[in-house]
């Protein structure tokens, strides 16, 4: 799951997908960091190329993004 801060408390969507076992991307504003811990990987909100970086990583490395769920699954 990958997840931005616009403003909005959104800290629910990662909440929600942690639930689920899944690895997420989120920005590193509001209380998205309180709810995600070390699980999630944090990404500068408004840095396009910091996330763009991120999400192509878990594309092109599929080993990286499984072990990351596997984190969460824990």
């Known amino acids: 799951a990958a ?9 629910g969507d990662v909440g929600e997908a942690l639930s689920l076992g899944k690895a997420v991307l989120s920005s590193d ?3 998205l960091p309180e709810v ?5 990987r ?3 909100a408004w840095d396009v190329s910091a ?15 499984a072990a990351a769920a596997r984190r969460v699954a824990e």
């Open 29 to 31: 504003q509001g209380s």
């Open 51 to 65: 996330w763009a970086a991120a999400i192509l990583e878990w594309v092109e490395r599929p080993k990286v993004l």
């Open 42 to 44: 944090y990404v500068p």
């Open 36 to 40: 995600g811990g070390d699980l999630v």
């Open 3 to 11: 997840r931005g801060e616009r403003g909005d408390e959104r800290s």
